[in-house]
């Protein structure tokens, strides 16, 4: 069964996602800061990342780049999903590394959909 790790500081949101997923039949780990994030990953890879961008201690776009520059993490699948939905921000994301981008608030569908295309590749 696949793994995805939720990286969000709000746990309103961190649990929807959550909820989401495990409803969709995927094994779900959380942390609330990048920083949380970056040590789980390094434990446990886990087959996808969904990032919030806006956190305490180390943005999204921060978890990104070091996770696409070390070659133990890089072909980790990323998934920026952030209320920064402007093209700019989508664009910012794009170059950091991540695989997608989705905008809050989304469709549970675009969410779904998304991971488990990214699961498949």
């Given at each position: 069964m696949s793994t995805v790790l939720v990286v969000e500081d709000s746990l309103a949101q961190r649990q929807m996602?959550?909820?989401l997923l495990k409803g969709s039949g995927l094994t779900v780990s959380v942390a609330s800061d990048g920083v949380e994030?970056?040590?789980h990953i390094l434990q446990s890879r886990p087959d996808v990342v969904v990032l919030d961008i806006v956190m305490p201690r180390m943005n999204g776009y921060e978890v990104c780049r070091r996770l696409k520059a070390d070659p133990k993490t890089q072909n980790v699948p990323v998934v920026m999903c952030s209320s920064k939905g402007e093209?700019?921000?989508r664009y910012w994301g794009m170059k950091q590394g991540a695989d997608a981008y989705i905008a809050?608030?989304?469709q549970p569908t675009e969410l779904i959909g998304t991971v488990k295309q990214l699961l498949r590749s």
């Open positions: 996602i959550s909820d994030a970056l040590e093209e700019f921000d809050k608030p989304f």
